[in-house]
């Protein structure tokens, strides 16, 4: 005999098959990330649409309990990018989670993962004038990494464990 939900229930969970004495049962999982927010493996990310500065962006994303997103491999860019472009229909730059401030050509990620991947231009970063510690996507029509003055204003994207 098998129990089954609502559309409407189905629509907002997850559903997964277990079995007990034989029989199958469809089981109400809640989501793992929050409304508005895209699951990618074990994260949750949200694209930010208001510009801010890379700090205020870390500090927006710290209130929802996550940090400006940590690239770890070229999937989860385009993952990033189809967040943005999904939301805006365009391909506009963000901020995400790596900086130089600290030290001068080592960067990190805000989150405090270890900064593996990256898919930096030709020639980035390049600290032009002696003042981009930033880190945003979608730079020139190659759509790659750029540094940037950390005091631009700028969209982002959030990330958090889910």
Request: net charge negative.
């Amino acid at each position: 005999m098998m129990k089954l939900m609502t559309a409407s229930a189905l629509l907002f969970a997850m559903v997964t098959l277990t079995t007990a004495a034989g029989e199958w049962y469809l089981v109400k999982k809640s989501p793992s990330c929050p409304c508005g927010w895209t699951e990618y493996y074990d994260q949750c990310l949200i694209y930010v649409a208001k510009p801010m500065s890379w700090a205020q962006a870390e500090i927006n994303c710290q209130s929802m309990n996550a940090n400006l997103a940590s690239v770890q491999s070229l999937e989860e860019y385009q993952v990033i990018q189809r967040l943005i472009s999904d939301a805006t229909q365009q391909d506009g730059p963000a901020w995400i989670g790596a900086s130089d401030a600290i030290k001068e050509k080592f960067w990190f990620w805000s989150d405090g993962t270890p900064l593996k991947y990256t898919n930096w231009c030709t020639g980035q970063p390049d600290n032009f004038q002696g003042n981009q510690n930033c880190a945003y996507v979608n730079f020139s029509d190659k759509k790659c990494w750029d540094d940037g003055g950390c005091e631009y204003v700028i969209p982002s994207v959030c990330a958090k464990k889910n």
